[in-house]
């Protein structure tokens, strides 16, 4: 059994930006994913935490779902 990694979004969006430094993923794209429930997410007050694992899961297509953000 792993440790998830949980992250803050602005921490998520820092870390897919090491792996890419020229993403076109924002802030406003990962909380959508949340709002969606697409990736496993919680609240911790006012911030939302996400799994960093199943963030980046989500990126490669594992869960075969796709984001649909207005």
Known sequence: ????????????????????????????????LCKANLVKHFMSGTKILVDLNDLLSYFNNENGEVAKCI
């Not at 949980?6 to 930006?17: A, D, M, P, S, Y």
């Open 1 to 32: 059994m792993s440790i998830p990694k949980i992250r803050t979004i602005g921490q998520c969006l820092e870390e897919i930006k090491v792996i890419d430094p020229e993403t076109a993923i924002t802030e406003w794209f990962l909380r959508c």
